[in-house]
């Protein structure tokens, strides 16, 4: 199982936790991301001042690229502490290091040409004194005449820069993906009305791809806006003092076959994002503080850079910190040193939210499933008023009709009943008049649980009062794999 680490620097009653600077490394091969830790302990427990070489929108050494006219990058040469005086370094293109990547990841890359790469400032970079970091430096990659396919471009320091460089950390490789230049499909429709559906993809029928097969009859635009892949979970490890990202086996499956799941539905319009849920122990999203709640969003950014996502959907379930789980994980939550220092709140899970949109931005979607504390988030949080840096949000209870936001959210940012696809739940006839009422008075659906089999009759019912199309199917469902 892939996992984004958090490692523990003491063995005290509740550990703290430090982030590895590189957590996941993907490589652009269709069927074969590659994936890397970066053991930061090398440089961090040591007295003397290391340079590393890093990426502005990347904490790891491997990044995904894709070009099809001209993209820029942008680096910078950092220093595990200040020293007091300038450190000077330039870096250039390094192809000759093309062969011995391709034999260490058994990969075939063709080096990007250099010619093709234009790097600000003949490839300098200083970082003055009393700082531990330069100003970024632009790097420029042309497609030109280059044909389509994936190339590697190594960015490496010179030799002679003043700094001691740490090993491993003195390369950038850049995994190219030279495209065509395309325009996204598109998913507006008539009225407005923004849907979403998450796809259990451990189910054995369950296949990501089926969000897009479904269409609206007449227009074909997708009937689907937004696929929530669940999902991944956080969890906690009592043996080694471990707070991670972990992936199940479909999961991570998908993710390393982005361009077979995850980007013929993007290619659609159809955003993807990544669901999170607890894993059966003591930590969740709504628990996590500190240090130990800033790790945990990075690596959820890390996550959705790496593979390309359009955001990240909260859940707050699966945890055994309440007592919604069972009475004995409840039991077992109370008499363990979690409690009450690490007593979930919604006010903390606000935190993860806030943290989290910091990192991501304002272009990613981020939203929220209205259950546990996902319920009870304040309306202000640290001078933040949440309804604002949350996207959408959803009741959780399927086939029941919630009016109004327990989080405040406008009805145009949420969907008041939660249908059960693969359940039919609610039935036909009280989804056609729901549906209705939330194509007046509403800006969102929810949909959960589409599997591979047939569900144009029961959706139709849905869009037909929100778009006045049914909907057919586009391509044929797929199963599980």
């Known amino acids: 199982m892939i996992r984004n680490m958090i490692k523990r620097k003491t063995r005290s009653v509740l550990p703290m936790l430090l982030v590895a600077f590189g957590i996941l490394c993907a490589s652009c091969d269709s069927d074969n991301i590659v994936f890397g830790e970066v053991d930061e302990a090398q440089y961090i427990l040591s007295g003397e001042s290391f340079g590393f070489l890093r990426d502005v929108n990347a904490s790891y050494t491997e990044i995904p690229v894709k070009v099809s006219n001209v993209t ?4 910078y040469l950092g220093l595990t502490k200040a020293t007091g005086k300038n450190v000077d370094a330039a870096v250039e293109v390094n192809t000759a290091l093309v062969e011995a990547y391709n034999e260490a ?3 075939t890359y063709a080096a990007f040409p250099a010619a093709q790469v234009s790097i600000a400032g003949n490839g300098a970079l200083s970082v003055p004194q009393w700082k531990a970091a330069s100003a970024p430096l632009t790097i420029s990659l042309t497609k030109g005449e280059l044909g389509n396919g994936d190339y590697l471009l190594p960015i490496a320091v010179k030799d ?18 030279v495209t065509d230049a395309t325009t996204p499909g598109s998913t507006d429709k008539p009225g407005g009305v923004k849907t979403l559906c998450y796809v259990e993809v451990g189910n054995a029928n369950a296949n990501l791809l089926n969000v897009g097969a479904y269409v609206l009859k007449n227009s074909e635009i997708p009937f689907f806006d937004i696929a929530v892949l669940f999902a991944a979970n956080i969890k906690y490890s009592e043996a080694t003092g471990e707070i991670s990202l972990v992936y199940n086996e479909s999961v991570e499956h998908i993710l390393k076959n982005r361009d077979t799941y995850i980007k013929p539905l993007q290619d659609k319009g159809i955003k993807v994002i990544l669901g999170v849920v607890g894993n059966w122990d003591f930590a969740g999203v709504a628990n996590l503080q500190g240090e130990i709640l800033k790790s945990y969003a990075k690596q959820c950014k890390i996550a959705i850079d790496t593979y390309g996502l359009d955001g990240i959907d909260f859940d707050d379930e699966w945890s055994t910190y309440t007592s919604s789980t069972s009475a004995t994980a409840y039991a077992d939550f109370l008499a363990s040193q979690w409690y ?3 007593a979930p709140s919604g006010t903390k899970m606000a935190r993860l939210i806030i943290e989290t949109r910091r990192l991501l931005g304002p272009d990613k979607i981020i939203t929220v499933f209205e259950y546990g504390y996902g319920r009870s988030l304040p309306a202000d949080v640290d001078g933040v008023h949440m309804v604002d840096i949350i996207d959408y949000s959803m009741e959780a209870i399927y086939g029941s009709w919630v009016a109004n936001s327990y989080i405040g959210m406008p009805n145009s940012k949420y969907s008041p009943l939660a249908t059960w696809v693969n359940n039919m739940n609610p039935a036909v006839a009280t989804l056609r008049t729901r549906a209705t009422t939330i194509a007046s008075d509403y800006g969102f659906m929810f949909f ?3 599997r591979d089999d047939d569900k144009t009759g029961y959706l139709s019912a849905a869009s037909v009062p929100l778009y006045g199309d049914s909907v057919k199917i586009a391509e044929p469902l797929r199963p599980h794999w």
Do not use: E, I
């Open 448 to 450: 959960y649980d589409l």
């Open 340 to 342: 009450p220092t690490w």
């Open 160 to 177: 002679g820069a003043t700094a001691s460089m740490t090993s491993g950390l003195s390369v950038l490789y850049y995994l190219v993906q």
């Open 105 to 107: 990841h058994s990969t």
């Open 72 to 75: 820029t990058r942008s680096v």
